[in-house]
């Protein structure tokens, strides 16, 4: 009797106990569950979504058998659909176009003895564009085999995004050129600030060296870093440039890799000096950094 005096006594205290344990835990589920739905606290950002996109379109272009597994109903970016392309065309249609232009000239030049020999135009550089009437970066019958093109500009896409760029073109001699592109850019993220870093390097094939049009193509690499990302790869690069009237002149670039970017400008030539205006934008996978430039530039 005593023992069962005991035990209901024990119950009775641990009641009390036991409810209090449970009102608890049911007030805390739902804290739970908003932690669960709330997320990550801190924003994104473009610049880091951008650099996540490049990350992996660098990957897969490193290991192709990474996209051949994805599943055949996942659907392409436009960004990747556009690479695709670009990269289809220059590696079936550029490529073969100019070696086979190439094979065909040292073909004529050295086994069609039996043909007149026809006056060379020699397309040199002129000093710099509209130096002279009817001439643009090219000159019929000049002497300069050399030209150097500096760019400076300044990158806007919105509150809180700003950038800036620099475009280096040398041609050392009139068929090829070099050229190096740095683009930094920077994005206010709440109060953090991110921060990238891209940059690209091409060996260029002077395709086109007339008085009122140039055009190159062109293969190198490019790098990307900051913003928690860290990209590199194989890189193409399409170049042209249109000197329609003095002192008017257009130039358009696309260049692709772990990331595509389009930059496109009308310039004023003032003597050696030129100030543009035009859209750049930087396009990785589903993301896109797009934004208006001007800035000046320097021939030498």
């Known amino acids: 009797m005593k023992v069962l005096l005991s035990t209901i006594l024990l119950l009775s205290c641990l009641m009390p106990l036991t409810s209090i344990a449970q009102e608890q835990s049911l007030d805390r589920a739902p804290e739970r569950s908003q932690e669960g739905t709330q997320g990550p606290t801190e924003e994104e950002g473009k610049l880091r979504e951008f650099g996540k996109e490049a990350e992996r379109t660098s990957d897969e272009n490193k290991q192709p058998e990474t996209r051949s597994a994805r599943d055949d109903d996942e659907d392409h970016t436009t960004g990747e659909i556009i690479g695709d392309i670009l990269f289809s065309i220059f590696r079936d249609v550029v490529v073969p176009a100019v070696v086979d232009a190439a094979a065909e000239a040292a073909v004529e030049a050295h086994f069609d003895t039996n043909r007149v020999q026809e006056p060379e135009v020699v397309h040199s550089f002129a000093q710099y564009p509209y130096h002279e009437d009817g001439y643009g970066l090219y000159k019929i019958g000049g002497e300069k085999d050399f030209s150097l093109n500096l760019k400076g500009n300044l990158h806007y896409a919105g509150q809180g995004f700003l950038g800036g760029g620099a475009r280096l073109r040398v041609?050392?001699?009139?068929?090829?050129?070099?050229?190096?592109?740095?683009?930094?850019?920077t994005e206010r993220v709440n109060q953090r600030t991110d921060r990238m870093l891209l940059a690209a390097?091409?060996?260029?094939?002077n395709l086109v060296r007339e008085n009122s049009w140039a055009m190159w193509l062109g293969i190198g690499d490019k790098v990307l870093r900051g913003a928690g990302a860290s990209a590199d790869g194989l890189a193409g690069n399409i170049g042209l440039e249109i000197y329609p009237v003095e002192p008017m002149s257009f130039h358009g670039s696309l260049s692709f890799g772990p990331y595509t970017e389009v930059f496109a400008t009308g310039n004023f030539h003032s003597g050696r000096l030129t100030f543009f205006f035009g859209y750049q934008a930087f396009i990785a996978g589903s993301s896109t950094l797009g934004g208006m430039v001007a800035g000046s530039s320097f021939y030498l």
């Open 171 to 185: 041609s050392p001699i009139r068929y090829f050129s070099g050229e190096a592109h740095v683009n930094f850019l």
């Open 201 to 205: 390097f091409f060996l260029n094939y």
